[in-house]
């Protein structure tokens, strides 16, 4: 069983940063699955942020494309996403994921749902 605690978030005005962290607890290696950060805005559904592989190879949703930052640290079992330029578009609730992969980043972040492990979710709100 794959367990992922995640944490950071918050508030922060139009402009502004955020790091989330996501960490993998127990015996879990994170080095053999692709990790990817979710959001799910009131009343929308689930939808991709970025994702990376296991051999570093990173895919970004348009909407977040040249702004957020996803990255890996296997030797801790932490996957981190580093939002920087926020928008209020981008309040939502965030969540990381982990799966044992067959196909690229960019699928995943198109099925949302087929990923078989998930945070607990942290909340990020972004005022104008």
């Known amino acids: 069983q794959v367990q992922l605690v995640q944490s950071g978030g918050g508030s922060v005005q139009s402009g502004g940063s955020l790091r989330l962290s996501c960490a993998a607890s127990?015996?879990?290696?994170?080095?053999?699955?692709?990790m990817g950060w979710f959001r799910q805005a009131p009343g929308k559904g689930r939808e991709g942020g970025a994702a990376i592989d296991t051999g570093g190879v990173t895919n970004y949703a348009d909407s977040v494309k040249g702004r957020f930052t996803i990255s890996r640290d296997n030797a801790k079992n932490t996957l981190y996403l580093q939002m920087n330029s926020l928008k209020p578009e981008d309040t939502a609730m965030y969540y990381c994921a982990a799966h044992h992969a067959f196909n690229s980043g960019g699928y995943y972040l198109r099925h949302p749902y087929e990923l078989s492990y998930w945070g607990q979710g942290t909340q990020v709100a972004v005022s104008s």
């Open positions: 127990g015996y879990t290696d994170i080095s053999i699955y692709l």
